[in-house]
């Protein structure tokens, strides 16, 4: 079975890096994902990586990638107020389309 | 945003009444599924559906069943509410051969 572990909280200043982690334990994914989750809304996707890659990099985000120790990162440069949320990782494996199992989220704070 | 629309977006029910919730999409995706979201668990996959009328059972499917009569609605019922299932609800939709599932904002239903 799938499970998917990331830590609660995490509280940076503006202008830090952040680094959200993410561990999970089926190896079988395909596609590891991180949506990001404002107040009130839906989840917005922001990124995610295939398996087979290590690293991926889009603008202000970096996701690395350990597929030995099934491990995910995401890390977000010069960290904004706007980014405070919850963000959430997922993996998926390639069955019935994009079915997606969650970890129980990581609520970003960031300060002035 | 993708074209999917969740409704109601709110809903207040008592213990043992039936409930229906509703996810139409307008993108003609394949693939729609009913997501809960509860604090600490992330969002756990409750049903899903390949096609219409084919559908198929997630992690946390007891107290469900859906339906998918035409390929723009996917309804998700409570047959008879229970205080467990007081949660936010999601659906997503995917086409399949993309790398991303769309969300919908979300259904707040609160059972007493």
């Known amino acids: 079975g799938e499970d998917v572990e990331q830590s609660l909280f995490l509280s940076v200043r503006e202008g830090d890096s952040s680094v959200i982690n993410c561990t999970y334990t089926d190896s079988s994914s395909t596609y590891l994902y991180w949506y990001k989750q404002e107040p009130g809304a839906g989840l917005q996707l922001l990124t995610y990586?295939?398996?087979?890659?290590d690293m991926k990099q889009d603008q202000r985000l970096t996701v690395l990638l350990n597929k030995k120790d099934k491990h995910l990162s995401l890390r977000i440069a010069d960290t904004q107020t706007g980014d405070s949320a919850i963000y959430f990782c997922a993996e998926s494996i390639r069955n019935a389309g994009n079915m997606l199992t969650f970890g129980g989220g990581t609520r970003l704070m960031v300060k002035p | 945003d993708a074209g999917i629309t969740q409704s109601p977006r709110h809903k207040v029910t008592e213990t043992g009444t039936p409930v229906t919730l509703r996810c139409h999409q307008t993108?003609?995706?394949?693939?729609m599924y009913w997501y809960r979201q509860d604090p600490g668990h992330g969002l756990r996959l409750i049903h899903y559906?390949?096609?219409?009328?084919?559908?198929d059972k997630g992690e946390v499917s007891d107290g469900y069943s859906v339906s998918r009569s035409k390929t723009e609605d996917f309804l998700l019922t409570l047959e008879s509410a229970t205080s467990s299932q007081t949660s936010v609800y999601f659906c997503?939709?995917?086409?399949?051969?993309?790398?991303?599932?769309?969300f919908g904002q979300g259904t707040r239903l609160t059972v007493v």
């Open positions: 993108e003609n995706h394949r693939y």
């Open positions: 990586i295939f398996s087979n890659m």
């Open positions: 997503a939709i995917s086409s399949g051969g993309s790398t991303e599932a769309f």
């Open positions: 559906s390949y096609g219409v009328k084919d559908t």
